[in-house]
């Protein structure tokens, strides 16, 4: 009897004999994707964004950016004045700190000039002039809201620059931090009393210049300064005029600055800083340093690999297998599936892959070294060989690629864009990688097999397309005097005999080694024909090679290991395989239930424990605590008190604008803009419209508590058009359109109420807005920020239902408060992906094992999984935001394979007795499991020393997931099945599905 012919037969063939034509086609697939993906200039590395991660289905989120691609319309065709408007990307925040603590002081002439030299360095420049906010000037620069600009009091209005005046130095020797010389107080309070007068700007106000310690002593711990940019730069119409480009020309003038800011401090004062651009930056360089870790893990898995599989080349080729999977896969996720977003976070689906691939290298390969135990390893074998590994470790394999993706798929259903597109990411990377390691790698395996024998003989090492493999017939391999077609063995004899379950194989009781005890005839399906015309037969542990002839009852074992070339290994069990066997199984089936019992304990505790964490109180952040972003975070929320110049909430109430239609745009284009959708029902000529606006604006001004001031256009125009001796509010629609046309054209209006009055060009009022600035800060805790979005979304309904209906207003929040409803989404969206992604596992599990009571064991696993690690993450301190959302989507992809390995294989046993097939399991997947943990440890290792803390996060949740994984896998799951597990045929879905 021949190999049998069904497909999947002769791809495990044409793998084992076509090395050379498997590695041609996979490099072509791969340099094809890479060509299409590059050559087309479809990869891009994005820049994350508030928006990758907002709630999609968020309503701040949505009229917030509503209200700004309104202003964008309203600009097309249109010209502003030159540097008229803050740009606030563009704006750099200083802030000193005196060292020393409580007893240092800032304000020292010392001191002073420091913080001349550094504002004096970036606005005494050629380039100044081009770049810095006009205000109220028009004509040249605003000067910083900086002390130093009264300290130094000549000012040059042509650049902004600050000059020092040598007749008017007030602060020489008045501040030293010993001498506090009290004759020189009058000079320091008189910039004192001119900085609180009413004749001053507000934004000049010492609210915002020192920090809380300042008082009657004059001393001051911290003091602070703004740096604005101006836009429309020259040779731009407006803000919205090749937005990208302008942005880019102040990006790059303020990154010049970054290391001379970086090295401003010295032993008395700490020089911090804010700017959006140098923030951008100095995030990409952290993550790329932690991206650099990768070259670590890969180093670690391949040197793992190399000792498991006794083998460089096996080792390196299995990493090769793995980085294969990520072109292909974005060639798909790209080019296929249209996908357009793509981060740092697809990037970290490589540590994840890295643990996968190894670990489905080392089935493979494990597998392999068990049909030597079983079928020998004479050449005449081999084929039988590669199709027995092919058919039971590619079925092995599929059940736990088939569950990880499961689990990733649910994660691709988010409403996040960011974590949406990670599940569909790793879910191609990891179906991929299947499709390489049961193609690619079984013919890496192919090319290091014949070498070993060529070597093992004498011979010249060969190339993989030096020695044509398995290519004879089989008449012309057999030795004479032997039936060829029983040579090889049957579709039944390829499997192990734990695949058939109608006959089991010779077996040995777990107890007693001595004897065996067939369960069935001699003629069993769990022996085969070897080449001399004996039978062999085999346990489901693999301890034993036993030959028979035709009369042999039960010979003993040979008492060499000689059959054909060693390959580097014996068809002798391995030590770990020994243990399994003989220590571990013996263990758990006698304090199997304690093993359970414990179980139960980490069950109750984990979901104890993952109960109670709760979205954050106070405010996260992924970067170093030494970060200067951090760090000036930290001074301008701890060390400062509120003031309308710091960075304060503002509420933009805004009429006309009913919402933004997306259908035009697929999920990805978060960061493109949709098309406006005005409200037909708005009209501001109507006197009760107008009379709204002016009402809202002093019932907003009334919130003394809440709000330091609003900026309403409707109270200049009213007092513009009193000025013209007009009533207000107007009657005559074309007369009120045309005299506040007229009024959004003045320079006063632009600089105070910049964009509330939206005309087009074709000078249609399509929006008006007021803004109103909060005493809220931006840098607060979600429960803070909670708390402002309901009030404000309160008071907007309260003045909607005493508005008309030309007037219904909305508001545009502050860009945090969207986080409130994306926090509160990340929770429920990731308890639900949990549920949903274990009930598809046990859908899967049943699929895969045709069992209901293993899937059911399983699946209890898998939940004492995910709880056990989600309660350490409670005692860790974490809470939970986005960040462990993210890494419990980590958490259910992984905690499923070790479960899924030893459930299949457990049902595929042959064996009717729970003991044997909990003893197959473990002996011939124990070692594979404990060195896919090892690889997947080692993976995450360096992320330990990332400076991104949330890359110390996944890798902390990697470790205590691998470390469940083998306590729920090895521990309590063989345990529940060597106690509870069904036998026989018990439990099989088998029967249910023929009656359907």
């Not at 010392?110 to 913080?115: D, E, S």
């Not at 498991?308 to 080019?335: D, E, K, Q």
């Not at 005309?759 to 402002?788: G, H, M, Q």
Request: contains cysteine.
């Amino acid at each position: 009897m021949g190999l049998p012919d069904h497909p999947e037969s002769r791809l495990a063939r044409f793998l084992f004999r076509r090395p050379c034509t498997v590695f041609l086609l996979t490099f072509i697939a791969v340099f094809i994707s890479i060509g299409t993906t590059f050559g087309a200039g479809l990869f891009e590395f994005n820049t994350d964004s508030e928006r990758d991660f907002q709630y999609a289905g968020s309503t701040a989120a949505r009229t917030e950016q509503a209200y700004q691609v309104a202003q964008k319309a309203v600009l097309v065709g249109q010209t502003q004045s030159e540097r008229s408007i803050e740009f606030q990307r563009g704006r750099l925040t200083l802030v000193y700190l005196a060292r020393g603590g409580s007893d240092g002081n800032v304000l020292t002439s010392a001191n002073i000039a420091l913080m001349h030299s550094i504002e004096n360095m970036v606005t005494n420049t050629s380039k100044w002039p081009e770049l810095c906010f006009a205000g109220s000037a028009f004509n040249g620069c605003s000067a910083p809201a900086s002390l130093v600009s009264y300290v130094y009091a000549q000012h040059n209005a042509s650049n902004g620059a600050l000059t020092a005046n040598a007749t008017a130095d007030f602060l020489s020797g008045a501040l030293d931090a010993t001498g506090r010389n009290a004759s020189q107080y009058g000079n320091l309070t008189d910039i004192l009393v001119a900085l609180n007068s009413a004749a001053l700007e507000q934004r000049d106000s010492t609210s915002y210049f020192f920090g809380n310690g300042f008082d009657t002593t004059l001393r001051a711990g911290a003091v602070r300064a703004r740096i604005d940019v101006g836009v429309p730069l020259q040779g731009f119409a407006s803000e919205q005029d090749r937005e990208k480009d302008q942005e880019d020309i102040v990006d790059n003038y303020m990154k010049e600055f970054r290391s001379a800011l970086d090295d401003a401090s010295t032993d008395d004062v700490e020089v911090l800083y804010s700017n959006a651009a140098i923030s951008n930056e100095i995030v990409t360089e952290l993550v790329q340093r932690d991206f650099a870790f990768v070259v670590g893990s890969i180093t670690v898995v391949f040197l793992y690999m190399a000792f498991h599989t006794r083998s460089f080349f096996l080792a390196g080729l299995g990493i090769v297998n793995v980085l294969c999977a990520f072109p292909l896969a974005y060639f798909f996720y790209r080019v296929i599936f249209q996908v357009t977003y793509f981060s740092f976070m697809q990037v970290l689906v490589i540590f994840l892959i890295l643990g996968i691939g190894a670990d489905d290298v080392f089935i493979y390969v494990d597998t392999w070294k068990l049909s030597g135990q079983m079928y020998g390893t004479t050449e005449e074998v081999d084929l039988a060989r590669a199709q027995f590994t092919f058919n039971v470790a590619s079925r092995s394999m599929f059940s736990t690629t088939l569950t990880t993706m499961v689990a990733f798929s649910a994660t691709a259903l988010s409403e996040i864009p960011s974590i949406s597109a990670f599940g569909v990411y790793a879910l191609l990377v990891v179906g991929l990688n299947y499709l390489l390691v049961i193609t690619f790698f079984p013919a890496a395996l192919s090319v290091f097999h014949h070498r070993e024998r060529r070597i093992a003989r004498g011979l010249a090492r060969p190339t993989c397309c030096l020695v044509p493999v398995g290519r004879k017939k089989v008449s012309e391999i057999a030795p004479s005097g032997t039936d060829s077609s029983n040579v090889y063995p049957t579709e039944h004899d390829v499997e192990m005999a734990s695949l058939e379950r109608g006959d089991s194989p010779a077996v040995k009781p777990s107890g007693d080694r001595s004897t065996a005890s067939p369960t069935r005839s001699h003629e069993s399906k769990g022996a085969h024909a070897n080449g001399n015309g004996t039978t062999v037969a085999f346990h489901a542990g693999a301890d034993t090679v036993k030959e028979r002839g035709s009369g042999d009852a039960d010979p003993a074992p040979p008492t060499d290991y000689t059959r054909g070339i060693s390959m580097g290994y014996s068809i002798e069990p391995r030590k770990m395989e020994v243990f399994f066997r003989d220590t571990f199984t013996p263990f758990l089936h006698t304090k199997g239930k304690f093993v359970i019992a414990f179980g139960a304990v980490l069950l109750i505790l984990g979901a104890v424990f993952t109960a109670q964490l709760r979205p954050p109180t106070e405010v996260e952040t992924v970067l170093p605590s030494d970060s200067v972003i951090i760090k000036f975070d930290d001074a301008m929320r701890d060390d400062f008190p509120a003031s309308p110049l710091a960075d304060m909430t503002e509420v933009h109430i805004f009429w006309g604008v009913d919402g933004e239609d997306r259908s035009g745009l697929s999920f990805w284009d978060f960061d493109e803009d949709g098309t406006i959708v005005w409200d037909t029902a708005f009209d501001l000529s109507l006197p009760s419209s107008q009379s709204t606006v002016l009402n809202v604006c002093g019932n907003a001004s009334a919130l003394t508590e809440r709000v330091f001031s609003v900026a309403c256009f409707m109270e200049g125009f009213k007092s513009y058009v009193e000025g013209k001796s007009i009533a207000f509010p107007m009657t005559n629609a074309t007369q009120f359109y045309e005299e506040l046309y007229a009024f959004s054209q003045l320079d006063t209006t632009v600089r105070d109420y910049p964009n509330q009055i939206g005309f087009d060009a074709s000078r249609v009022l399509r929006y008006a807005a007021v803004k109103v600035l909060t005493k809220t800060r931006s840098i607060v805790s979600v429960p803070e920020n909670r708390d402002r979005l309901d009030f404000w979304t309160a008071f907007i309904a309260e003045q909607n239902a005493m508005s008309p209906a030309a007037a219904q207003m909305k508001q545009s929040t502050f860009q945090a408060w969207s986080w409130v409803e994306t926090n509160e989404y990340i929770l429920s969206s990731t308890v639900l992906s949990i549920a949903v992604s274990m009930a598809l596992a046990y859908a899967v599990l049943i699929f895969v094992t045709g069992n209901w009571i293993i899937a059911s064991l399983a699946t209890v696993c898998i939940v004492g999984i995910v709880v056990d690690v989600l309660g350490c993450a409670w005692l860790l301190g974490w809470s939970f935001s986005f960040v462990e959302a993210l890494v419990a989507i980590v958490l259910i992809g992984y905690s499923v394979d070790f479960v899924v390995h030893l459930g299949h294989r457990y049902t595929e046993c042959a064996f009717d007795d729970r003991v044997k097939r909990v003893e197959t399991a473990a002996t011939q997947l124990g070692i594979s499991i404990v060195a896919g943990a090892i690889t997947t440890f080692g993976s995450s290792l360096f992320l330990f020393f990332a400076k991104i803390t949330f890359f110390v996060k996944f890798a902390t949740v990697m470790a205590l997931t691998i470390a469940f994984s083998l306590t729920w896998s090895l521990a309590i799951f063989l345990s529940l099945c060597i106690t509870y597990g069904p036998e026989g045929s018990k439990g099989s879905v088998e029967p249910l599905i023929q009656k359907c």
